[in-house]
């Protein structure tokens, strides 16, 4: 009796074996649903980033349009295209004709290029869109005059307050009949 106790026993030590482990199936399964998973946050982290890129692109524009600015204020003119956008950090870079005691460092640290690593387009002598200047960045696909281009002048219409104010408003009642 006791080879038989024995022999059953270890059966159904056997049995409970086989079945503790996972079948290859539901590993596949869960390795499939990990996966999906993944997909779908990664989808979204991806998106975000590329948000957050162009959020970053916009406050850098907002940056050199204060610095170009302030250079305004102290030349009475924005740099011409030969200064470009480095005289607003690098000294060297001011017109030779320019009063060089007037310069100070209007960046605190140099911005040559956007978050995609192309150079900002700067147009300072004849602007083609803005009253002042022209200042772009490419974008993500970092060629110019495509949808994704990121500009100055349509960051300045945004942000003007007179543009918006009373557009809330009613309009004025009428003094006719």
């Known amino acids: 009796m006791n080879a038989s ?27 499939a649903i990990i996966l999906a998973l993944g997909a ?6 991806f998106q ?3 948000t957050a890129d162009i959020d970053m692109t916009k406050i850098q524009l907002k940056q050199i349009g204060d610095a170009l600015d302030l250079f305004y204020l102290d030349f009475r003119r924005y740099p011409n295209d030969d200064e470009g956008l480095a005289v607003l950090w690098d000294k060297e870079q001011l017109d030779p004709d320019a009063d060089e005691t007037k310069w100070q460092q209007y960046m605190k ?11 900002w ?7 083609e869109h803005g009253d002042k ?28 307050l007179g543009d918006d104010l009373g557009s809330d408003l009613p309009a004025p009642p009428s003094d006719g009949p």
């Not at 387009?121 to 602007?127: A, K, S, T, V």
Request: hydrophobic share 35%; no cysteine.
């Open 121 to 127: 387009g700067y147009r300072g002598e004849e602007p």
């Open 48 to 50: 975000r980033r590329d």
């Open 5 to 31: 106790y024995a022999f059953r026993r270890s059966n159904g030590r056997a049995r409970l074996a086989r079945r503790s482990g996972f079948t290859l199936i539901e590993v596949l399964i869960v390795i």
């Open 133 to 160: 200047y022209d200042l772009w960045s490419n974008g993500p696909d970092g060629e110019a005059d495509t949808e994704d281009d990121i500009t100055a002048w349509d960051q300045s219409s945004e942000d003007d």
């Open 109 to 119: 640290e140099p911005l040559p290029r956007d978050v995609w690593n192309n150079e």
């Open 40 to 45: 779908i946050v990664g989808v979204a982290v």
